[in-house]
């Protein structure tokens, strides 16, 4: 009757063995692995550049928005703003309305 109860040690041993080891890691080799690693690192400055630029084009955007909107505001086109409701040319208009306007 030893038997039977040291197999089944043997045997809850291994299942506490292969329990305790976790899933199985991945079976590619290690230079596969570093591999897949520069690629993502490679991934990410890449990524980085992009939003650098993106960063640095807004900027100048907002740059040139400024100085349309000063411009705009200036003195010379204040007449032009100020129609008191109307505005003096209504670029999505008919042109053949404003004729006969």
Do not use: F
Not at 2 to 9: F, L
Not at 32 to 60: G, I, P
Request: charged residues 25%; glycine residues 6%.
């Amino acid at each position: 009757m030893t038997r039977p109860s040291c197999s089944s040690a043997g045997l809850l041993l291994l299942l506490i063995g292969c329990a305790a080891a976790g899933p199985e890691s991945d079976r590619r080799p290690r230079a596969a692995q570093s591999s897949v690693c520069q690629e993502h690192t490679n991934l990410h400055n890449r990524l980085d550049v992009v939003e650098k630029r993106v960063e640095n084009t807004v900027m100048k955007l907002e740059g040139e928005l400024a100085a349309l909107m000063e411009a705009i505001e200036a003195p010379q086109w204040r007449p032009l703003l100020d129609t008191h409701g109307k505005t003096v040319v209504d670029i999505l208009e008919d042109p053949g309305q404003r004729r006969q306007s």
